[in-house]
C-alpha cells in the first residue's frame, strides 16, 4: 500500500521561502515509472498544480509558479520536496503531495493527506 | 491554460439515488478526464481515469463518461459512504487543472 506523508512549517512569514517534504512509502522515489507531484487548494484558487519531478531530477511546473519554485528528490531517504520562494498571503493554502504512473493520462492515483501552510507575519 | 468546471456545486441525495456530475473543460482534452474523491481530512482518491476506467478497488457503482470537452460522473445506488467531494481533473496538458469540486451530502 503506497502512503505519502508531507510535513514541514505551517507558517511561513512573508516574502521567505516554504518548505515541504513528502516521505513516500510502499513505492521507490527511485524507480523510474512514476512521477512525484505538490498541488496546493485554497478557498480562492481551489485546486492548483504546483510542478513535478522526476527520479532523474527532471521537473515540469506549473508556468504561473515557475519563477518560484523548486523540486527535487531524495532518494536515500524515499522522499520529495518543494521550495517556494519569496511568499505573500496568496500562497496561503493545503498543500498536497502526490504521485503518479503515466498510463496516457497525466494522472495522480495517490495522495498525501495535505498540510496547511499560512503565510503570515 | 484549460479551464475546468462542475455541475452542480453541491447535492443532497438518499441512499440508493443515482446521480450524476458533470465537468466540463474550456477545450478539448483528448478523453483524459480523471475523477477524484475527497472526503475532510483525508488523501484525494483516484477513482476513474481516461474518461471511464475505473481504479483498481473503486466499486462498479461509479462510472464514467464522455469526450471533447463534456464529462460526467455516475453514482448510482448511492451507499453513505459516497458522501464527500468529488472534482474533476484534465490529464492531458500542463498545467493539470481541476474543476471546482462538487460536494455530495447523503440526505
Known amino acids: 500500500q503506497v502512503h505519502l506523508q508531507e510535513s514541514g512549517p505551517g507558517l511561513v512569514k512573508p516574502s521567505e521561502t516554504l518548505s515541504l517534504t513528502c516521505s513516500v512509502s510502499?513505492?521507490?522515489?527511485?524507480?523510474?515509472?512514476?512521477?512525484w507531484s505538490w498541488i496546493r487548494q485554497s478557498a480562492e484558487k481551489g485546486l492548483e498544480w504546483i510542478g513535478r519531478v522526476y527520479t532523474t531530477g527532471s521537473t515540469q511546473y506549473n508556468p504561473s509558479l515557475e519563477s518560484r519554485v523548486f523540486m527535487s528528490v531524495d532518494t536515500s531517504n524515499n522522499q520529495f520536496s518543494l521550495k517556494l520562494t519569496s511568499v505573500t498571503a496568496t500562497d496561503t493554502a493545503v498543500y498536497y503531495c502526490?504521485?503518479?504512473?503515466?498510463?496516457?493520462?497525466?494522472?495522480?492515483?495517490?495522495w498525501g493527506q495535505g498540510t496547511l501552510v499560512t503565510v503570515s507575519s | 491554460d484549460i479551464q475546468m468546471t462542475q455541475s452542480p456545486s453541491s447535492v443532497s441525495a438518499s441512499v440508493g439515488d443515482r446521480i450524476t456530475i458533470t465537468c466540463r473543460a474550456s477545450?478539448?482534452?483528448?478523453?483524459?478526464l480523471t475523477w477524484y474523491q475527497h472526503k475532510p481530512g483525508k488523501a484525494p482518491k483516484l477513482l476513474i481515469y481516461?474518461?471511464?476506467i475505473l481504479q483498481d478497488g473503486v466499486p462498479a457503482r461509479f462510472s464514467g463518461s464522455g469526450s471533447g470537452t463534456d464529462f460526467t460522473l455516475t453514482i448510482t445506488n448511492l451507499q453513505p459512504d459516497d458522501f464527500g467531494t468529488y472534482f474533476c481533473q484534465q490529464a492531458t496538458s500542463i498545467p493539470f487543472t481541476f474543476g471546482p469540486g462538487t460536494r455530495v451530502d447523503i440526505k
Open positions: 477545450q478539448a482534452v483528448s478523453g483524459y
Open positions: 510502499g513505492r521507490s522515489v527511485s524507480s523510474g515509472n512514476y512521477y
Open positions: 481516461s474518461t471511464s
Open positions: 502526490a504521485s503518479g504512473q503515466y498510463s496516457g493520462s497525466w494522472d495522480f492515483d495517490n
